[in-house]
């Protein structure tokens, strides 16, 4: 296990130390905000979230991009539109992003290890 690998006591699951960091969260469904809150919270992270444009404004997600340490979002639950926001920026900042193919726990853990 790497120096900053953690394990969860309440999950027992692999997840990591974000050491402060600000994950952002675009798109998904609201239901799952709260649960993938305290996953990040969990591994010493700061967690933001993003309808991806739904109910809330692109510009916001523009204000949250430039903020974030990381960000990630599901590939089949968020508008093309604010995908293309997000890599486009993230590329151009030098951010890391990680499209998830599914929005479980275990998905969003292995996106938190591969960013940091």
Not at 49 to 74: C, I
């Amino acid at each position: 296990m790497g120096a900053n690998q953690v394990v969860s006591q309440s999950s027992g699951t692999a997840s990591v130390n974000l050491d402060g960091r600000l994950i952002l969260y675009v798109g998904g469904r609201h239901q799952h905000v709260a649960g993938l809150r305290e996953l990040v919270e969990e591994c010493n992270g700061t967690f933001a979230h993003h309808d991806g444009g739904v109910e809330q404004s692109m510009e916001k997600l523009g204000g949250l991009l430039k903020r974030a340490d990381a960000v990630m979002f599901p590939v089949r639950c968020v508008s093309h539109k604010a995908q293309f926001k997000v890599k486009s920026a993230c590329r151009k900042s030098g951010k890391p992003f990680r499209p998830l193919r599914s929005m479980g726990a275990e998905a969003v853990i292995q996106a938190l290890q591969a960013m940091v």
